[in-house]
């Protein structure tokens, strides 16, 4: 949902996704995202055109996770309870690349097989922590949010949010890696005293002044060496450490500022990861056929390009030496040296792959009185992001509402169904009067039947409608079964024998 305004505008280009209904009138459009709420969905279907709102929602409850939070002045001494209470593996999420190694190595140091992850990590690295901790050599992977798409892995018991997150979405959607199994697992956010004014402080440095933001704008040009009405579709390795030294500036400030200029269009930053080559063409294609009639020497390698990739002519496109090397019968090497021939003839821009963040000029420089910040990049995503922070704080500061059910809520399903999971659920069931354990067997009983005889259920189904927590209910279910009570089928569906 990077196509909504509310605060997911930082791939401006997603906003003509529309412009191929121009082209393909007739063609159904569907759009699907993991976590959207009622505001975002409807800001969906509005950037997408369609001609009436029509929203397909499942529930976004899960019946197998338990989400809690705990309050506490020593996460890691409570990160370790946790750890060592909770068979099974486990996500650690963490705010800071810093933070991945620094709470793995407290782990190690207690006997837990635990790693770390990040993405300023090069691609073989991260694969193989991956692969270790879906294989099962690794127990525990502390990681910040770069970890987790494309995550399937079943049996994950535990989540654990050392750190706040910046909204519900992401925090329903990180909770929501585990159990996929369908077993029980556990979703928990560690809270402290100092968690609020932390956040605030980083929401401060995400959106620097306007002024702040000009300031930069002209030291990055200084520092690059860049003229005004120079620069465009320019690239550079950039040391954001260096750059923000020598403007006396703190990191972060020098981070978000070039992010919002990015959103403004001015520029585009690339992670610190490992960054294909990529060029773009910068003739026309009257030009380069003559260039290719002329320098018969150059002609293959541009024949091959040609074929191989599109939109050379509007935008920076990756490119694999190693794959044109194999399609043109050359080695890398000359791969390399025509590339910097056809840069030095000013046929194309060449970046070579790196492992720096990478600095590409979207536009001439400016004088800084006329670098425009747009409401919309600014003031808006402000304020939006404040009201996701907040969100997330109503739910973790919450002493009475099933976690669940704020939850649901917030994604606009009208619901009062409590989990009887989470932490607010459990707490209220000591202080209701105690119900003998027979009778408590027999109401799960009378609500499986209840629930099953209407026609066979998935157990994830079964237990969606039933107010106990998932342990009784398995418990139940085995119970049942065992006496032919209940059948399971070979579809994994449950149902009444009869």
Same mark, same amino acid.
């Given at each position: ?9 930082? @791939? ?22 993991? !976590? ?12 997408? #055109?369609?001609?009436?709102?029509? $929203? ?13 939070? @705990? ?7 409570? $990160? ?19 933070? %991945? ?14 790693? !770390? ?31 987790? +798409? ?26 929501? #890696? ?10 928990? +956010?560690?809270? !402290? ?98 260039? #290719?009639?002329?320098?018969?020497? /150059?002609?293959?390698?541009? %024949?091959? /390009?040609? @074929? ?36 030095? $003839? ?14 590409? $000029? ?40 099933? @976690? ?15 989990? &009887? ?14 119900? !003998? ?23 994830? %189904? ?21 006496? &032919? ?14």
């Amino acid at each position: 949902h990077c196509i909504s305004q509310w605060g997911y505008d930082f @791939r401006p280009a997603y906003l003509q996704i529309a412009r191929l209904r121009d082209l393909q009138p007739e063609a159904a459009i569907l759009a699907l995202t993991a !976590s959207a709420t009622p505001k975002v969905a409807a800001d969906i279907m509005q950037h997408l #055109r369609f001609r009436e709102p029509n $929203l397909k929602q499942m529930s976004f409850a899960r019946a197998n996770l338990s989400y809690v939070v @705990r309050r506490t002045e020593d996460k890691r001494e409570h $990160l370790l309870r946790i750890v060592n209470n909770v068979p099974g593996s486990g996500i650690v999420y963490v705010r800071t690349r810093e933070k %991945t190694e620094t709470v793995a190595k407290f782990l190690q140091e207690n006997g837990i097989e635990a790693d !770390s992850y990040h993405g300023g990590m090069g691609y073989l690295t991260r694969s193989l922590k991956q692969e270790n901790w879906i294989g099962g050599k690794t127990r525990v992977i502390v990681a910040t949010n770069a970890f987790g +798409m494309g995550i399937d892995k079943a049996d994950v018991r535990f989540v654990i949010h050392y750190d706040i997150c910046d909204s519900l979405e992401a925090y329903y959607q990180e909770a929501g #890696r585990a159990g996929r199994d369908g077993r029980p697992a556990y979703a928990v +956010m560690l809270l !402290s005293g100092d968690d609020p004014s932390r956040v605030a402080n980083r929401l401060r440095l995400e959106f620097p002044p306007v002024d702040t933001i000009r300031t930069i704008y002209e030291g990055l040009f200084n520092y690059l060496q860049v003229a005004i009405g120079e620069g465009k579709h320019r690239a550079f390795a950039f040391n954001i450490h260096e750059f923000a030294a020598r403007m006396k500036l703190f990191p972060p400030t020098v981070v978000n500022a070039l992010k919002i200029l990015q959103q403004n269009g001015y520029l585009i930053l690339t992670d610190e990861t490992d960054n294909p080559p990529r060029i773009r063409f910068i003739v026309q294609r009257d030009d380069l056929y003559r260039m #290719r009639v002329t320098r018969r020497e /150059l002609d293959h390698i541009l %024949t091959v /390009l040609l @074929r191989q990739y599109t939109g050379l002519f509007s935008d920076f496109v990756p490119i694999d030496e190693q794959e044109l090397a194999q399609l043109s019968g050359y080695t890398v090497n000359h791969i390399h040296e025509l590339l910097r021939q056809l840069w030095q $003839l000013h046929v194309i821009r060449y970046i070579p792959g790196n492992r720096s963040p990478m600095l590409i $000029l979207s536009e001439e420089r400016l004088p800084g009185a006329d670098v425009r910040i747009s409401p919309e990049s600014y003031k808006r995503r402000q304020e939006v992001a404040q009201e996701r922070i907040d969100a997330v704080f109503r739910y973790a500061e919450n002493e009475t509402e099933c @976690r669940s059910l704020v939850i649901q809520n917030y994604f606009g399903e009208q619901t009062d169904l409590p989990c &009887g999971r989470c932490d607010i659920c459990r707490e209220r069931r000591k202080h209701t009067e105690p119900q !003998s354990s027979a009778a408590r067997r027999d109401e799960i009983r009378r609500q499986i039947a209840e629930r099953l005889a209407a026609g066979p259920l998935d157990l994830k %189904t079964l237990a969606g409608g039933i107010r106990y927590e998932i342990d009784a209910l398995l418990g139940e279910v085995a119970a049942m079964t065992a006496e &032919g009570k209940i059948i399971e089928e070979k579809s994994g569906k449950l149902r009444i024998n009869r």
